[in-house]
């Protein structure tokens, strides 16, 4: 794993912790859902530096083992704009539209706002950090093996993966290899999602993580 992505990931995964520490209390730890970047730092988080601080661990669309050829998809189409912007935020839906093609381009555009931030020039830029994806990311993101699935071996909570079957990142190959690193982890396969799976099923997504955290909670209501 490379020296940047190992400090990045530590430090996503002590926020995570200290976040945790907030929701404790004698009986209980909290459960996490982490997609992408947040699943790599929960598994940091419960599986290097807190082994136990959640009491359960869902990864959504992430494993260690990751595509290759799905990581430089996806991150130049983080990068491609991110330097000059969109005009619009019909421009940028008319972009993620081509990006996804399976997904139906939504009327109301008021959800993409969260997503990105106006600039004082009037342009519409992405709110992720353009120098982390261009410099950690891309340098780092086929480099992490070894660290990461030490981490997943280490985790003692439950644990649900999460896929979307058309994902770019997360192959068959993928997981096989996280179901050799955890033998009782949880395996839900989406169907007509790709790595955005609670964007592109949304319901099937919240009844699949529901399902797993009522089996593995006391406290939790449907």
Known sequence: MGFGWRLFLKAFGSDLIAVA???ECERCAP??????????????????????????????????NLEESGVT???????EHSKDGFSSLNEAADVIAKYLPHRRRPKDLEGLRKNLRLGQDGRWRWHWDPAFIQDVVRRSAVERVGDLEQ???NIK?????????MSELVSDTSVEAFKALAPDAHFTDVADAR?????DKNDVFTAAVSDFLRKHSEGIDA
């Open 21 to 23: 520490a907030e929701f």
């Open 31 to 64: 459960h996490i859902v982490g997609a992408s970047l947040g699943g790599l730092g929960a598994v940091i988080a419960a599986g290097t530096l807190k082994p136990g601080v959640f009491s359960s661990v869902t990864l959504v669309d992430i494993t260690p």
């Open 73 to 79: 998809k996806i991150v130049g189409f983080m990068g």
């Open 151 to 153: 981490s997943v071996r």
């Open 157 to 165: 909570a439950p644990i649900h993966l999460v896929r979307g079957r």
């Open 195 to 199: 790595h955005m799976v609670a964007g």
